[in-house]
């Protein structure tokens, strides 16, 4: 099975990504501009979410769920304002510490509550948002591999595993990066659970990891990745919404 990066490491890509985020930003030459993956969004939009929910989640940690209330950055003031909101997030985990219980929505699924699934969650949602950046600014680069194979890893079990009933025939299905990591998912009446892949799956796709990760994100079709087997499964996924 894949094993998550250490604490420590999660840290340091949240800060990492949080960089490569505001290069991307302080290079755009317009803060107005769309971003084709968050239809009606602009740059400017972009990091007032970003930086927002990087504040909400520092709260999270050290308190639990709060009424949160975003601020409206100043654009002169932008970049610093974002960076500060990491600043605030990684200090809060940090001074908490991986193992400590921490809420999070994915109670269902096979993730962990604890403050480290939370900072593992962070660094990912930072990591496609700088690509939804990249990719309005004109200059979009692969999530890093290392990044997209975690990222992969951290979607199924965080936001696709769950016992809310498969609405269609049960069935199995095997990811396979080309990074060298796989996936065996299991759908049914009991829900969706994650595993190590075996063979003999009833479909099967492979492909680059950040081809998979654009694609469970929303930012992209199933067109890159290399399909076999029963391919109405895939799109039973897509369709799927589990509470």
Not at 48 to 54: E, F, P, T
Not at 75 to 96: D, N
Not at 127 to 133: E, G
Not at 229 to 243: N, S, Y
């Amino acid at each position: 099975m894949h094993t998550p990066p250490a604490f420590p490491e999660l840290l340091r890509l949240i800060e990492e990504r949080t960089a490569a985020f505001c290069d991307t930003i302080a290079a755009a030459p317009d803060l107005d501009a769309s971003v084709p993956t968050c239809p009606g969004w602009t740059l400017f939009d972009l990091v007032a979410h970003l930086g927002n929910g990087r504040r909400k989640w520092a709260g999270i940690v050290v308190d639990g769920p709060t009424d949160f209330q975003p601020e409206e950055p100043s654009r002169e003031g932008l970049l610093e304002w974002m960076a500060e909101s990491a600043r605030l997030l990684v200090a809060a985990l940090e001074k908490a510490g991986p193992d400590r219980e921490c809420w999070g929505w994915w109670g269902d699924s096979q993730t962990p509550l604890t403050v480290a699934a939370a900072a593992r969650r962070q660094v990912h949602e930072i990591a496609v948002h700088t690509y939804d950046a990249q990719l309005s600014a004109g200059a979009p680069r692969p999530v890093p591999a290392e990044i997209a194979v975690d990222g992969v890893d951290e979607f199924l079990m965080t936001c696709f595993s769950t016992s809310t009933p498969f609405p269609w025939e049960p069935a199995v299905a095997e990811y396979y990066v080309d990074e060298g990591r796989s996936w065996r998912i299991t759908v049914s009446e009991a829900g969706a659970r994650i595993g190590e892949a075996q063979g003999g799956a009833d479909a099967t796709a492979r492909g680059a990891a950040h081809d998979f990760l654009m694609s469970l994100y929303g930012r992209g079709g199933l067109e890159p990745l290399r399909l076999e087997g029963d391919v109405r499964v895939f799109d039973q996924f897509v369709a799927w919404e589990p509470e």
